[in-house]
């Protein structure tokens, strides 16, 4: 059963726009291959954290809709907590 999942995510700060791209197209690429699909992808922009995690007093956020099933959904974010861009 597909359901509409909102993932949030924030990334480093000083991390390039093309490497930004890069991880986007990889997380819709994962989601597509599952049988999923991104309904949006919103880049937020750069904010002020509630507190410092890793030294970073700031983040990108990024907030994408995917339409599909959990299993989808735990995919990325085994994914995203691999990664050493994701704050």
Do not use: C
Not at 9 to 23: E, G, H, N, S
């Amino acid at each position: 059963m597909n359901r509409t999942y909102e993932l949030m995510f924030i990334v480093r700060p000083d991390m390039a726009d093309d490497d930004l791209d890069k991880l986007i197209s990889n997380l819709e690429h994962t989601v597509t291959s599952a049988s999923g699909t991104v309904k949006s992808v919103e880049r937020m922009g750069k904010r002020r954290l509630a507190y410092i995690v890793r030294k970073f007093r700031e983040g990108n956020y990024i907030l994408m809709v995917i339409e599909g099933s959990g299993s989808v959904m735990h995919e990325l974010e085994r994914r995203l907590r691999d990664r050493k861009s994701v704050v």
